[in-house]
């Protein structure tokens, strides 16, 4: 007699009758899980690191998506050069990668005054985000005294 109760579930027969938003949620569940994982770590290992390392995971498992995005806009960035150089063709404005590109390069803020805004505004939201995360870690120590 087969056991098919040790089996896993992508192993048995009604594996092909699940959809697939259903085979996804399956698969997922244990990236969810060592997310949760990492969340629920204790206090000495504080929320911006876990914040750092969430996103550093999901940019690795974004990478097949993100690699051939970016395949694609270096194909067309030397199309668009060997078009603009040779040939003479004139992007639009909205599809034009190699001027938003230099553009972006040789970006300057010459007025002193906006310099010092900008950063203000940078050190703001960086105090802000830091005072956020500590709040976390110290609720979370907190609730841990409280319930414990």
Partial sequence: MH???????HKRKMW????????????????????FDIWMQPLPFPTLLKFLYSCVLLFFILI???????????????????????????????WDLLGATSQLWHFEVTNKKYL???TM???????????????VDYMRM???????
Avoid at 121 to 127: C, L, S, T
């Fill in 3 to 9: 056991k098919t109760w040790n089996k896993s579930f």
């Fill in 16 to 35: 092909r009758t699940v959809s697939k938003p259903g085979k996804l949620v399956y698969y997922m569940q244990p990236l969810v899980e060592h997310f």
């Fill in 64 to 94: 097949p998506i993100l690699f051939p995005l970016l395949v694609l806009l270096f194909y067309y960035g030397i199309w668009q050069f060997v078009g603009d150089r040779h040939f003479g063709v004139v992007p639009p404005d909205n």
């Fill in 116 to 118: 010092l805004f900008v």
């Fill in 121 to 135: 505004y940078i050190d703001r939201y960086r105090v802000i985000i830091t005072a956020i995360s500590s709040t």
């Fill in 142 to 148: 907190a609730l841990c005294f409280v319930f414990s």
